[in-house]
């Protein structure tokens, strides 16, 4: 039953809410109660644009259980422009297409269901900035 | 502290054993050690395992394996940090003997991975990534190693031959051992054209499903020499250091930051530098991480692991050898097993018993294994004394 | 005074041609494309639902609306497609606009008219005072039977409006219904794919309610078809809205703009408020406009609206529909079509 370890996270997966160090200003995704970078216990929520660019990626083809009818699905890195890297699949891609480099922008989809008869897990995506 | 020596090996022949169980492979990698050693007892056993529980529903290894091995009442602790989960537990054992807690220490390392089908032992391994921010999302760990290599790629310049020929190389070594899962060669045109796993990644990139265990015991130098120990295999240092488990979140993510530090520390404790190691056992999961380890100890600059592979520095015969033993690509890599089998095959090769993938005048051995994606990391210095 | 404050709307990547799903079915294509008025359908991604499809269409609603999501003080997704049968998809929605936790939220359902149910309740509630702000969105992702008529039409897409009082960029001038109990359309629970009455669908359904609800605002407002600039009504194909419009007496300029079906196929409660936002992408200020929708079992809703000095101000801040629609297309074949669809399913 993964209900309550993917509700627990619904600010993350569907709004992008980060933490931001109230003392040295490090955007951390997720956020956390330690700064990595100061060491502070005092921060922020803020929210994640959506926008950046991608550092690197890759195709999975041999997908893990629950992904089996995904694949083959990219995979990627992206820098927000805010500073602070984020991980998740880029859809609405051709995926021979991409480079390193590409502006990217966040969209709202599915990422997996639990069965067939389980919740359907939601969160970010990105998509190539088509302008779309 | 005191001085601890390797006063056994135990290994066994991997790959898929159908017929044996995890506590099988576990008792028989222990019993060889101890045979190898040839003591009347032992005080305390480390387990490493990855994800037993997973692989095989079985936990509390802790529990089963002193029992089945003739043990019981051991003390005995699993130690877990993901594929790094075998160093951590010959490091457990350093420090019961070091500490004089125990003057004989079994490290057994097991993984039983292939009682579970691709999906879930794709699933288990995905384990050992950030669950909530990077495997939820469907990555793998080929997927995050080929992450790594287009951005090696991208970054350095380096190229897919040059990944492909840490296979080769490897699988080349790996046909000398008798113990190795694919103990066969391998052409770079082969590995570039096997089947894409996770693109730029290839199915020979990738090190496979193994079952496997591998044990060493460990005691002080005294004890070792009152057994006769010839030549006397003395772990002179231990690094061990662990860095962000998501790899967005590390500033360089082309910089193994666990395991510079673990390298930095034992080198440091051994008293030596990267350049008085006359070979190294390092964890390529996938060829590029052999790349990244030999940046982030110093054994070539950054962006240079590649050139000087394909230049042959790395091999046999190279001038500073890496994975005589076929590695994880050739040699399999039961994950939780591998940290201690590295250990093994750096004594065997300073006994001078590896055969015919024998290095010559080998006395000083480093052995890395690393967990995740670089989350972390345990070296150990080896030494003939 | 009450009106739209923000639009925006989602159109899936993918499309497929009526070609080739009539190749599957040994159909005659031309004379489908001809009797249907239809030439290509959008398929949402497999990663793409009702949910998804909504919050990134309200996300542009937002955008042009210039205001914050917790200003929303309801949330109603219309869909015959709502991903779960229990379980709100206005909580997901709301959840994801962060509009939650002081928000009205529920989900409608009347075939293809639930998206301007929505709009009709937001409209109303907002000029009661209840709210400043609700978001009504109308989206679908809806399947036709493999081999039926209607797997030619049903499509995917959302179109999602936020009302207020102030901020305006369409003023609603009237609203009226006209409804009756005609079962022309239907699914039954626990079954895959709707039923449908074949040519019943025609003149006692779409035709009798389309104009009746027509004609009766027109009626109420003392307006004339040569009165409004535009026309939107329902789109099931490419044929219903176009002889409607014409057995009402308005003219092509009229509907052009909002007709959407030929290359977008119907997205059944995303229909009639797509073609609202395609009009809204070219009208000028004063113009007016006549939306008719049209939701099987029977019913329309009918809105009047005129368009602001803000439409032309906020119309660049998110992506216009002939964009999505023309510009970002990838067609499939139809085993990819199945296999997005879950027509067929990989074994595990």
Same mark, same amino acid.
């Given at each position: 039953?993964?209900?309550?370890?993917?509700?627990?996270?619904?600010?993350?997966?569907?709004?992008?809410?980060?933490?931001?160090?109230?003392?040295?200003?490090?955007?951390?995704?997720?956020?956390?109660?330690?700064?990595?970078?100061?060491?502070?216990?005092?921060?922020? +929520?803020?929210?994640?644009?959506?926008?950046?660019?991608?550092?690197?990626?890759?195709?999975?083809?041999?997908?893990?259980?629950?992904?089996?009818?995904?694949?083959?699905?990219?995979?990627?890195?992206?820098?927000?422009?805010?500073?602070?890297?984020?991980?998740?699949?880029? !859809?609405?891609?051709?995926?021979?297409?991409?480079?390193?480099?590409?502006? =990217?922008?966040?969209?709202?989809?599915?990422?997996?269901?639990?069965?067939?008869?389980?919740?359907?897990?939601? &969160?970010?995506?990105?998509?190539?900035?088509?302008?779309? | 502290?005191?001085?601890?020596?390797?006063?056994?090996?135990?290994?066994?022949?991997?790959?898929?054993?159908?017929? +044996?169980?995890?506590?099988?492979?576990?008792?028989?990698?222990?019993?060889?050690?101890?045979?190898?050693?040839?003591?009347?007892?032992?005080?305390?056993?480390?387990?490493?395992?990855?994800?037993?529980?997973?692989?095989?529903?079985?936990?509390?290894?802790?529990?089963?394996?002193?029992?089945?091995?003739?043990?019981?009442?051991?003390? #005995?602790?699993?130690?877990?940090?993901?594929?790094?989960?075998?160093?951590?537990?010959?490091?457990?054992?350093?420090?019961?003997?070091?500490?004089? =807690?125990?003057?004989?220490?079994?490290?057994?390392?097991?993984?039983?991975?292939?009682?579970?089908?691709?999906?879930?032992?794709?699933?288990?391994?995905?384990?050992?990534?950030?669950?909530?921010?990077?495997?939820?999302?469907?990555?793998?760990?080929?997927?995050?190693?080929?992450?790594?290599?287009?951005?090696? =790629?991208?970054?350095?310049?380096? !190229?897919? %031959?040059?990944? &492909?020929?840490?296979?080769?190389?490897?699988?080349?070594?790996?046909?000398?051992?008798?113990?190795?899962?694919?103990?066969?060669?391998?052409?770079?045109?082969?590995?570039?054209?096997?089947?894409?796993?996770?693109?730029?990644? !290839?199915?020979?990139?990738?090190?496979?499903?193994?079952?496997?265990?591998?044990?060493?015991?460990?005691?002080?130098?005294?004890?070792?020499?009152?057994?006769?120990?010839?030549?006397?295999?003395?772990?002179?240092?231990?690094?061990?250091?662990?860095?962000?488990?998501?790899?967005?979140?590390?500033?360089?993510?082309?910089?193994?930051?666990?395991?510079?530090?673990?390298?930095?520390?034992?080198?440091?404790?051994?008293?030596?530098?990267?350049?008085?190691?006359?070979?190294?056992?390092?964890?390529?999961?996938?060829?590029?991480? %052999?790349?990244?380890?030999?940046?982030?100890?110093?054994?070539?600059?950054?962006?240079?692991?590649?050139?000087?592979?394909?230049?042959?520095?790395?091999?046999?015969?190279?001038?500073?050898?890496?994975?005589?033993?076929?590695?994880?690509?050739?040699?399999?890599?039961?994950?939780?097993?591998?940290?201690?089998?590295?250990?093994?095959?750096?004594?065997?090769?300073?006994?001078?018993?590896?055969?015919?993938?024998?290095?010559?005048?080998?006395?000083?051995?480093?052995?890395?294994?690393?967990?995740? @994606?670089?989350?972390?990391?345990?070296?150990?210095?080896?030494?003939?004394? | 005074?009450?009106?739209?404050?923000?639009?925006?709307?989602?159109?899936?990547?993918?499309?497929?041609?009526?070609?080739?799903?009539?190749?599957?079915?040994?159909?005659?294509?031309?004379?489908?494309?001809?009797?249907?008025?239809?030439?290509? +359908?959008? *398929?949402?991604?497999?990663?793409?639902?009702?949910?998804?499809?909504?919050?990134?269409?309200?996300?542009?609603?937002?955008?042009?609306?210039?205001?914050?999501?917790?200003?929303?003080?309801?949330?109603?997704?219309?869909?015959?497609?709502?991903?779960?049968? *229990?379980?709100?998809?206005?909580?997901?929605?709301?959840?994801?606009?962060?509009?939650?936790?002081?928000?009205?939220?529920?989900?409608?359902?009347?075939?293809?008219?639930?998206?301007?149910?929505?709009?009709?309740?937001?409209?109303?509630?907002?000029?009661?005072?209840?709210?400043?702000?609700?978001?009504?969105?109308?989206?679908?992702? @809806?399947?036709?039977?493999?081999?039926?008529?209607?797997?030619?039409?049903?499509?995917?897409?959302?179109?999602?409006?936020?009302?207020? !009082?102030?901020?305006?960029?369409?003023?609603?001038?009237?609203?009226?219904?006209?409804?009756?109990?005609?079962?022309?359309?239907?699914?039954?629970?626990?079954?895959?794919?709707?039923?449908?009455?074949?040519?019943?669908?025609?003149?006692? #359904?779409?035709?009798?309610?389309? @104009?009746?609800?027509?004609?009766?605002?027109?009626? +109420?407002?003392?307006?004339?078809?040569?009165?409004?600039?535009?026309?939107?009504?329902?789109?099931?194909?490419?044929?219903?809205?176009?002889?409607?419009?014409?057995?009402?007496?308005?003219?092509?300029?009229?509907?052009?703009?909002?007709?959407?079906?030929?290359?977008?196929?119907?997205?059944?409660?995303?229909?009639?408020?797509?073609?609202?936002?395609?009009?809204?992408?070219?009208?000028?200020?004063?113009?007016?406009?006549?939306?008719?929708?049209?939701?099987?079992?029977?019913?329309?809703?009918?809105?009047?609206?005129?368009?602001?000095?803000?439409?032309?101000?906020?119309?660049?801040?998110?992506?216009?529909?002939?964009?999505?629609?023309?510009?970002?297309?990838?067609?499939?074949?139809?085993?990819?079509?199945?296999?997005?669809?879950?027509?067929?399913?990989?074994?595990?």
């Amino acid at each position: 039953m993964q209900v309550p370890k993917f509700w627990r996270e619904i600010p993350r997966y569907y709004r992008l809410e980060a933490g931001k160090c109230d003392q040295c200003g490090k955007i951390t995704f997720p956020s956390r109660l330690v700064c990595p970078e100061c060491g502070s216990r005092e921060h922020s +929520k803020v929210h994640l644009s959506g926008r950046g660019t991608l550092k690197t990626f890759t195709i999975i083809r041999i997908p893990p259980d629950g992904f089996g009818d995904q694949a083959p699905y990219a995979i990627g890195i992206v820098q927000m422009d805010e500073g602070v890297g984020v991980m998740a699949q880029i !859809t609405d891609c051709d995926v021979d297409a991409l480079s390193i480099g590409d502006t =990217m922008i966040t969209k709202f989809r599915r990422v997996r269901e639990e069965g067939k008869t389980g919740i359907i897990m939601y &969160a970010y995506k990105f998509v190539p900035d088509v302008g779309v | 502290m005191k001085d601890v020596a390797i006063i056994g090996i135990g290994m066994l022949k991997w790959g898929e054993l159908w017929e +044996k169980s995890i506590r099988d492979l576990c008792v028989e990698a222990a019993l060889n050690c101890i045979e190898d050693a040839g003591v009347d007892h032992i005080d305390s056993m480390a387990i490493g395992s990855m994800s037993s529980g997973l692989f095989t529903g079985q936990e509390h290894l802790a529990s089963m394996i002193p029992d089945y091995l003739g043990q019981r009442y051991l003390p #005995a602790v699993r130690v877990e940090s993901a594929c790094a989960s075998g160093g951590l537990a010959v490091r457990n054992a350093f420090l019961e003997v070091a500490s004089g =807690m125990s003057e004989i220490a079994l490290a057994v390392g097991v993984e039983k991975m292939t009682d579970v089908n691709g999906g879930m032992a794709t699933y288990a391994l995905a384990t050992a990534a950030d669950q909530d921010f990077e495997a939820f999302h469907g990555v793998t760990f080929p997927g995050l190693y080929a992450m790594l290599a287009r951005a090696h =790629m991208q970054h350095y310049g380096t !190229t897919r %031959e040059q990944l &492909a020929q840490v296979a080769v190389k490897n699988h080349a070594n790996g046909t000398r051992n008798p113990n190795a899962q694919f103990p066969f060669a391998v052409t770079r045109e082969q590995v570039i054209n096997s089947v894409l796993v996770a693109d730029p990644l !290839t199915l020979l990139d990738c090190s496979p499903i193994t079952d496997g265990a591998a044990a060493v015991l460990l005691a002080p130098v005294e004890v070792a020499h009152r057994l006769g120990r010839h030549p006397l295999t003395v772990i002179t240092g231990i690094g061990h250091a662990t860095d962000s488990i998501a790899l967005v979140d590390r500033p360089d993510m082309l910089h193994l930051g666990a395991v510079a530090h673990a390298a930095q520390r034992a080198l440091a404790m051994a008293g030596k530098t990267i350049q008085d190691v006359d070979f190294a056992e390092v964890h390529d999961c996938f060829t590029i991480a %052999e790349i990244m380890v030999m940046e982030a100890m110093g054994v070539v600059p950054p962006g240079q692991g590649g050139p000087a592979t394909l230049d042959g520095m790395t091999a046999l015969d190279g001038s500073f050898p890496i994975n005589p033993s076929g590695g994880l690509k050739s040699k399999g890599h039961p994950v939780g097993a591998t940290g201690v089998a590295q250990l093994c095959e750096a004594v065997m090769q300073l006994r001078g018993t590896a055969g015919e993938r024998q290095i010559n005048n080998a006395r000083t051995a480093l052995t890395q294994n690393m967990g995740g @994606s670089g989350g972390s990391s345990v070296v150990h210095i080896v030494e003939v004394q | 005074m009450v009106g739209i404050v923000g639009y925006g709307t989602q159109i899936p990547r993918y499309r497929i041609r009526v070609e080739e799903i009539a190749k599957v079915w040994g159909a005659d294509a031309p004379s489908y494309k001809r009797g249907l008025g239809l030439n290509e +359908k959008s *398929v949402p991604a497999p990663d793409e639902d009702t949910a998804t499809l909504s919050v990134n269409a309200a996300r542009n609603a937002l955008l042009r609306a210039g205001i914050l999501p917790q200003e929303l003080g309801a949330v109603y997704v219309g869909s015959e497609s709502h991903p779960y049968a *229990v379980k709100p998809t206005g909580t997901i929605v709301s959840e994801a606009l962060g509009a939650c936790p002081h928000v009205h939220t529920a989900d409608l359902e009347f075939a293809c008219k639930a998206g301007t149910e929505g709009l009709f309740i937001t409209l109303h509630e907002v000029k009661s005072g209840v709210f400043p702000y609700a978001l009504a969105v109308g989206a679908d992702t @809806s399947q036709g039977a493999p081999g039926d008529a209607l797997e030619y039409s049903a499509a995917a897409g959302a179109a999602a409006f936020i009302v207020g !009082t102030d901020r305006l960029i369409a003023e609603l001038l009237h609203t009226d219904v006209f409804m009756t109990d005609t079962p022309d359309f239907w699914r039954r629970e626990y079954t895959h794919y709707p039923e449908h009455g074949g040519r019943f669908t025609g003149a006692p #359904a779409y035709f009798k309610h389309v @104009s009746g609800a027509a004609l009766g605002i027109m009626d +109420k407002a003392g307006m004339k078809p040569q009165d409004f600039t535009y026309c939107i009504f329902h789109q099931p194909n490419g044929k219903f809205p176009v002889q409607a419009a014409k057995q009402l007496g308005f003219q092509e300029a009229q509907w052009l703009p909002g007709l959407l079906s030929p290359t977008l196929g119907n997205t059944y409660s995303g229909s009639s408020p797509m073609g609202l936002a395609a009009t809204l992408d070219v009208a000028k200020p004063g113009d007016t406009i006549l939306l008719v929708s049209y939701g099987s079992g029977a019913g329309s809703d009918a809105f009047i609206f005129r368009a602001t000095e803000r439409l032309t101000e906020v119309r660049g801040m998110a992506p216009l529909v002939r964009t999505q629609l023309d510009e970002h297309r990838v067609f499939i074949e139809y085993g990819t079509y199945a296999k997005f669809r879950r027509k067929i399913l990989k074994a595990e």
